[in-house]
Every structure is written in structure tokens, then in C-alpha cells.
């Protein structure tokens, strides 16, 4: 853990957070530093709270960082479930200024070398926040994509393998398409292999049966990336994984046929899936829309009230020249 002397050493001038000027984030700091447990977690709270407000950085915020990773590398430090979820909102955080905004992008950077073993880290959290630090680009994407390819393999968690199997696509290394394609294995989970299709689409890799295969038998199982959740918190890579990973794949008959057989299935979270994603599709690719006449039909057809209020939706994205030719 990081020396008091080392934080008074520092220039904590102009360290401005969330509710002031900052004066007080150099105390905050000592405190999370300091041998009292409870005055310690009580401390990493109120630097979450200054420190990101609003999905908002700040000077202070930068000026942090690097003591925050002293803190969150030691494993006997209090709150490093929060410290993790601290590191990761200023990492992805909106900077004041853009004097701060590279600030910050030099100390995650700096920090990504270190950080990597906790990626295997013991608390669930702490894994969970680390795969999405080590998926935003710095400069080491060689070290981040081989790290998290390989804990996603032994990563016991559905959902934080995912969220590692989706940080290797945002990295553009050699090495990468041979990756994914390798988590679209049925040995893999449904999440993994979601999340890998959603990463060759991504990056626009070659689509392959492969890829139809997976996407299609894991979005059987519901929504797998965005279904399982840490204290709320999503698959953070995208808002509707499905819908991206069929619009990117730039067929629509295919797209549909996906679509289709998700929706007519008899478990709701799997149609709704479907249904979900058409009305994506639709409102991205409007010309698609007679493609789409099948999963209209399901989606009516089926014997869930809220699947069948998709229907719906999907037929007021008819284009000017369907009207008229909707499904009865």
C-alpha cells in the first residue's frame, strides 16, 4: 500500500472533485490507506462518491488514480469491490476538461501492466470491473488480449468470461480472429460464445456457419450477456448485444431466420430475445421489413401476452410502400 509520506510528497493542489476544490481528497486517501478497517471502507465510499459523480471525472479524480491501484493491488485493503468499481468509473468517466481526460487515459495506461493478474482475482467484483479496464485500449493490447483470452478460459463466472471474451474484440492484434473463432466451441459456455460472436461482428471478421450456429443456440438459453447480472450492472460492451451482432452481420434473410426461431419458442425471455432484436433490426434496416413477415406472425401468434405486443411494433416500421400488406 502506498506510504502516507509518498501521498504528502504529491501536490494535491487543484485536485478538484464532485462537491469542491478538493481539499479534502488528500485526507480521504490517508484514511483509505490507514491501518482502522472501518474508517478505511468508510473512506473508499466518499472518494467513490467525489471522485465519479454522474459518470463524471475530474482533476482529483486523475491525480487519484495511481493510488487508488496501490490500494487495489493489495489484497488485504477494505472495499476493493468498490475500489474496483471506482477505478473502472474513472476510467470510462467523462473528463471535465481534456487536460484531464489524458491524465487520466496516461494512468490507466501505466496501470494496465499491473493490473492484469487480478483479472483472477478471488473477489467476484474486483474481476468483473478489471475485464472491463483491461478491455479499454492503452497501449498494451498484446498483453491485454493474451490475458484476457486466457482467464476467460478457466473464469468460472458465465458473465465476467463473457465480458473478457467481448475485451478481446476491442482489440485489433493479430491473433484475435483465432480467439474468437475458438470461443464459438459448443465446449463453451452460452454467454461466451454470445459474446464472441458479438466480437467477430464487431470487428468485422468473416461471418461463418459457425457464427450463425452460435448465435442462434446461445440466445436460445434468453439473454444471456445482459440476463445475468452483478448488483444490477449489465454486459457494459452493448446495450442490445443480439441486435448489433445481427445488424453487423448485414444479412437480413438470415437475420430474420435468427430472429424467428428465437421468437417462436415457448420460453419467454428466449422470444423476447428475438422480438427485441427484430425491432432493432427494423429500425435500422427498415428495407429489411418483408424478410421480417415470418417473426411478425410468431410474435402474434404466440401465447405470451408481451411477446405478442411486439407485433405491434414491428408492424409500425412497415415502410411507406408496405403499409397495407402488414400481418393480419
Known amino acids: 500500500m502506498r506510504a502516507p509520506t509518498e501521498l504528502h510528497a504529491t501536490d494535491w493542489t487543484g485536485a478538484e472533485h464532485a462537491y469542491g476544490d478538493g481539499a479534502d481528497t488528500l485526507k480521504w486517501l490517508l484514511d483509505a490507506c490507514g491501518e482502522d478497517q472501518d474508517r478505511a471502507e468508510r473512506a473508499v465510499g466518499v472518494l467513490h462518491n467525489c471522485l ?34 471506482l477505478l473502472l468509473g474513472i476510467t470510462i468517466g467523462i473528463a471535465e476538461t481534456e487536460a484531464v481526460h489524458h491524465e487520466i487515459r496516461a494512468a490507466h495506461a501505466r496501470a494496465t ?31 491485454a488480449v493474451r490475458a484476457l483470452a486466457e482467464r476467460a478460459l478457466s473464469e468460472p ?45 464487431q470487428a468485422g471478421l468473416p461471418w461463418t456457419t459457425e457464427v450463425t450456429t452460435a448465435v442462434t443456440e446461445a ?66 434496416l427498415p428495407h429489411a421489413y418483408p424478410a421480417f413477415a415470418p417473426v411478425i406472425a410468431a410474435t402474434r401468434a404466440h401465447r405470451d401476452t408481451q411477446i405478442r405486443s411486439y407485433a405491434d411494433d414491428l408492424d409500425a416500421l412497415a415502410p411507406a410502400d408496405e403499409e397495407g400488406h402488414t400481418m393480419p
Open 219 to 284: 440466445w436460445e438459453h434468453g439473454d444471456v450477456l445482459n440476463g445475468d447480472v452483478i448488483e444490477g450492472e449489465q454486459w457494459r460492451w452493448s446495450d442490445n448485444p443480439l441486435a448489433e451482432t445481427l445488424i453487423a452481420m448485414a444479412d437480413p434473410v438470415r437475420a430474420a431466420e435468427i430472429c424467428l426461431r428465437l421468437t417462436q419458442s415457448e420460453d419467454q425471455d428466449t422470444a423476447e430475445c428475438g422480438a427485441v432484436a427484430a425491432v432493432a433490426l427494423l429500425e435500422e
Open 113 to 143: 501492466p499491473l493490473l492484469l493478474p487480478l483479472l483472477a482475482d478471488p473477489t467476484r467484483e474486483v474481476r468483473h470491473r478489471l475485464a472491463y479496464v483491461t478491455g479499454l485500449r492503452t497501449g498494451h493490447e498484446e498483453l
Open 52 to 85: 465519479v459523480h454522474q459518470g463524471s471525472v475530474y482533476a482529483g479524480s486523475a491525480k487519484a488514480y495511481p493510488v487508488l491501484v496501490d490500494l487495489l493491488l493489495d489484497p488485504t485493503a477494505p472495499g476493493r469491490a468498490t475500489l474496483a468499481d
Open 157 to 201: 463466472d458465465p458473465l465476467i468470461a463473457a465480458v473478457m471474451t467481448g475485451g478481446v474484440a476491442r482489440h485489433d492484434i493479430a491473433g484475435r480472429a483465432a480467439r474468437l473463432s475458438g470461443a464459438l466451441a459448443p465446449r463453451h459456455t452460452p454467454a461466451v460464445r454470445a459474446a464472441a460472436a458479438w466480437g467477430i461482428a
